[in-house]
């Protein structure tokens, strides 16, 4: 709320800004240029991804670099037919959609208890799961994928999905979130005779939906693009993810360009989509926090 | 005496309640997280395949191979040059083009900062193909722009000198509009009364950047700069799909280095030695951003 009404006023002062600096265009347009140079920059490798997917192999390289002569649809066709996207797909949301409701209920609760309950070690334990933020994968890499082995979910969806239901930084921020919803709401739900955990499901659930979105669309990004772990815990064919079946599809055809990028359109389109539809919400929730440390 | 404890503890169902909150949490982070944790420096003492039943307990023997053969050293080296490329470009150019969309307003704003936050959005693999494809060194589009304005193009990711330039560039790209969002809001919370007050006094553009703009976004730039090192030292997908570990291991990072050991070689030992070395870098890091940001005191009050 305050960002959005902080960002009316500066907009306010900038037009009048702007109209005061009108013979300051030079300098209007340099910013634009400069910006637009970098946007291309920015958006070569997925304008190059686009139009090779649709050329014919002969002209990869060929000029014009950017516009194929035709749309040569076959290539998806054909990329389709040598690796099972359809099947990448599948797994891919499974597993995404897992860990994002996985991520979003079980921070939620742990969150509400750190926030709202008195227990024994609530500190301790609370210190004990940011101290996990700081262990990186890597390092847990092994360990984690002889017990995935041993309890036999290897090339599953458990085996994807289990390890990353949780969250810790989604525990940090919703906690934060939840310590500043006021406890009248609480005790409100308390007299209405429902047990703790009913707040939580009546109460505070309902009111973090904003953070919960932010915290949904992050999970799913991170579950979607997440590559060493699925290639880690799955070397059967069938089971691959999007970006696993991409990777062992790019060593297999690793010159035939049009079909490669054809697997990759494949691959970053719904990723983009999803992007594209929270945007606002995902910039905002890095914003947040970044600023605020 | 268990039953008075927990009379005590649970008045009102707190303790109960929390218990099956956390549960899943716990569940998870114990088993994934905490136990693996030990799990590997206890590996990182053995030799073992993974596969066998004979696993011998060498003690450090591991870690003074990993010392002595020169690969850890390289790994380290290669992940440091990455790192100082990727922090060294990567933040001063987020600034800028933050600065350069700060003073734009609205839909223009929102659709620059569209563009420039899509590469961090999309999947490194994914991207890193795409790469491949740009750095061919024949016909790739880079090199094919680098010679129509008469630079000699070299082989990129073929090449021992330009592969990690490469693997920095990607990383770089995928990286700026991350750094540029939190610049941008960064800049938007410094109060116009300080540049007011300042070009009243005479100050130049210059100055204001100079003396106002740097010195107030240093929380901001070191925030940066820890979370790009903690992430380029873990760099892998980029290095799995462009180089491979490189021509030669000039791009064999340390998290190749792991993976490579323990996923192709079936060195568990030695791969988590490796592990636990680059966890001690990381925690260390993590612990110096946590002092920085004063992460600890405004979060567990």
Known sequence: MTAFDRTLAQEEEQTERHRRLAGRLPVRLLTHGLLIAGGMIMLAPFLWMLTTSLKPIEQTFAPPYLFPSYFNWENFVEAWNAAPFGRYYLNTIIMSAGITVGQVLFSSLAAYAFARLTFPGRELLFLAFLGTMMVPLHVTLIPSYLIVQKLGWTNSYEGLIVPRLVSAFGIFLLRQYYLSIPKELDEAALIDGASRLGIWWRVILPLSTPALATLGIFAFLFAWNDFLWPLVVINEPDMQTVQLGLAMFQGRYGTRWTLLMAGTVTATIPAIVAFLIGQRRFIEGIMTDGVKG | ?301
Do not use: C
């Not at chain 2, 873990?234 to 570990?245: H, R």
């Not at chain 2, 680059?278 to 405004?298: D, E, K, N, P, Y």
């Open chain 2, 1 to 301: 005496m268990i039953a008075a404890w927990w009379r005590r503890h649970n008045r009102n169902g707190d303790l109960t309640t929390a218990i099956i909150a956390l549960l899943p949490a716990v569940l998870v982070f114990g088993v994934f997280n905490i136990y693996p944790l030990f799990y590997t420096a206890y590996l990182s003492l053995l030799d073992w395949d993974g596969l066998s039943i004979e696993r011998s307990f060498v003690g450090l023997a591991n870690y003074q191979e990993l010392l002595a053969s020169g690969l850890l050293w390289n790994s380290l080296g290669v992940t440091a040059y990455y790192t100082v490329g990727v922090i060294a470009l990567s933040i001063p150019l987020g600034l800028v083009v933050a600065v350069l969309l700060n003073g734009e307003l609205g839909k223009s704003r929102v659709f620059y900062r569209t563009i420039y936050f899509l590469p961090v959005v999309t999947a490194t693999v994914a991207v890193s193909v795409v790469w491949k494809l740009m750095l061919d060194p024949g016909s790739g589009y880079i090199n094919v722009v680098l010679r129509s304005v008469g630079i000699a193009a070299p082989s990129w990711l073929r090449s021992t000198t330009w592969a990690m330039p490469a693997v920095i560039l990607v990383g770089v790209w995928k990286r700026l509009g991350f750094n540029m969002v939190i610049y941008l809001a960064a800049l938007q919370a410094i109060p116009r009364e300080y540049y007011q007050a300042a070009e009243v006094d005479g100050a130049t553009k210059r100055d204001l950047f100079r003396y106002i703009t740097v010195p107030l976004l240093a929380p901001t730039t070191s925030l940066l700069v820890v979370v790009a090192l903690i992430d380029s030292f873990l760099l892998f997908d980029q290095v799995f799909i462009l180089t491979n570990g490189g021509p030669v291991g000039t791009t064999d990072v340390i998290g190749f280095l792991l993976y490579r050991h323990a996923f192709r070689y079936f060195e568990l030992g030695e791969a988590s030695a490796v592990a636990w070395i680059m966890f001690i870098v990381v925690a260390a890091v993590t612990l110096l951003q946590w002092r920085i940001t004063r992460f600890g005191a405004r979060t567990v009050t």
